[in-house]
């Protein structure tokens, strides 16, 4: 039905973008293309993502593209989409209030760090974004051209903050781009929208909790500005670094796992309460998607400090590095692997028949026999008893 609507629309504009995968010199050209007919920026990036996605599906369910592909290609999706705001939102803070200095004269940059899919590059059809804003250091803006206005780094980047979220989550007649979840940032959306390199490691020091270091775990600068070199960049790593990956296997962990574990566990028995095996939450159910990364981020936190070799973000290349270092069987890693690639595939399905963002299987017949048919099964019966296959190996695991 998403597909459908977007057809409807926009049928003009979807030769605009080349036949094949879209990736991230197709997409600019596409949004170049697509203002010269919708001159308005934020505008014109909602409609890319509808042309964008358009072609996603037809190649995820028509032409079995791979999970690697898609999800490449939705990250870049959201990477364009966050470079762009970022240039337009600086330019017009920029004229308001002049750029954020440091103390040696030169511009304070700000980095967007993706978190979870996002800084994986694994990130889904209808996912929301989870950012954390980080900028290099405090002071003022320079002013604006005649000298006023002048404030400090910190307003300047939760202005900054605002506005990107705004130029990318608003709804207008053409949608919205991403939604956007802050939440993940130090103190929650009780802290300030964006945090100096220096308050972060303070943070981290002082208050980080264990769930944050799995948060941090998927972290990447997605987006920034100024484009930075490897050096600037290398601060924020060696901040991040030590808070996620200990050198020594701390012991004290494993009672805040179990917690969490607990909590997972938890929420998805609540999630399951009151509604049908067929109402399946394919993310957060038992054995869903969010047991997957669990038990693979589990082993990367707890080990990552000991080899660095398991410090890798996506979920489907973290399990043969587990593997090679002795820490999961090659069966279990190959069934974990299977069960994570079917359930984001099933995910997805669900999502691009509304454009909604929900994991819970659809109650109508026909929606699941089409979600059955475009996974390749022609009876739904059996597509149903291999998801359940998959959800109690996940379990077991």
């Known amino acids: 039905r998403f597909v459908q609507r977007i057809r409807r629309r ?4 979807l030769p605009l973008l080349p036949p094949g995968l879209p990736v991230r010199k197709l997409m600019q050209a596409l949004l170049h293309d697509i203002r010269q007919h919708n001159p308005q920026p934020a505008d014109s990036l909602r409609v890319m993502r509808n042309l964008v996605l358009e072609r996603l599906v037809v190649l995820d369910c028509d032409y079995a593209a791979p999970l690697s592909a898609i999800v490449h290609s939705l990250t870049e999706l959201a990477e364009v989409a966050l470079q762009d705001a970022l240039a337009e939102c600086t330019r017009a803070l920029d004229d308001l209030y002049g750029a954020p200095m440091q103390s040696d004269g030169t511009r304070c940059g700000v980095w967007v760090m993706g978190m979870g899919k996002l800084g994986a590059r694994e990130l889904n059809a209808s996912s929301d974004i989870d950012l954390i804003y980080v900028y290099e250091c405090e002071g003022d803006t320079a002013g604006n051209a005649q000298g006023r206005n002048a404030i400090s780094n ?3 980047f939760a202005k900054l903050v605002r506005a990107v979220s705004s130029y990318i989550a ?14 993940l940032r130090p103190n929650g959306n009780s802290g300030p929208p964006a945090i100096s390199l220096a308050a972060l490691e303070e943070y981290f020091l002082v208050q980080g909790r264990e769930w944050e270091r799995f948060a941090w775990l998927k972290s990447r600068a997605v987006a920034c500005w100024p484009l930075m070199d490897k050096t600037r960049s290398q601060r924020l790593t060696e901040v991040v670094l030590p808070f996620v990956f200990r050198k020594h296997l701390d012991y004290g962990v494993f009672e805040s796992l179990r917690t969490l574990h ?17 109402e399946c939450d ?6 869903g998607i969010r ?5 693979v981020q589990l082993l990367q936190v707890v080990r990552g400090g000991q ?15 587990l593997v090679r270092a002795g820490l999961m069987p090659e069966p279990e890693a190959v069934r974990l692997a299977q069960a994570y690639d079917f359930l984001r595939r099933v995910e997805h399905r669900i999502h691009y028949l ?12 026909a929606d699941l026999a089409w979600i059955a048919a475009t996974m390749g099964y022609a009876d739904p019966e059996v597509f149903f008893a291999q998801l359940q296959r998959h959800q109690d190996s996940v379990a077991g695991e």
């Open 10 to 13: 926009y049928a003009e504009l």
């Open 154 to 156: 910190h307003e300047y």
């Open 170 to 183: 608003e709804v207008t007649g053409d949608g919205f781009v991403f939604r956007v979840d802050l939440a």
């Open 262 to 278: 607990a909590q997972i566990r938890s929420h998805a028995a609540s999630r399951a309460c009151g509604r049908s095996e067929r």
């Open 282 to 287: 394919v993310k957060l159910s038992r054995g």
């Open 291 to 295: 047991e997957v990364e669990f038990t």
């Open 307 to 321: 080899y660095p070799e398991l410090r890798v973000r996506a979920t489907l290349k973290a399990l043969p590095c």
């Open 354 to 365: 509304d454009d909604l963002q929900t994991h819970i299987l659809p109650r109508s017949s």
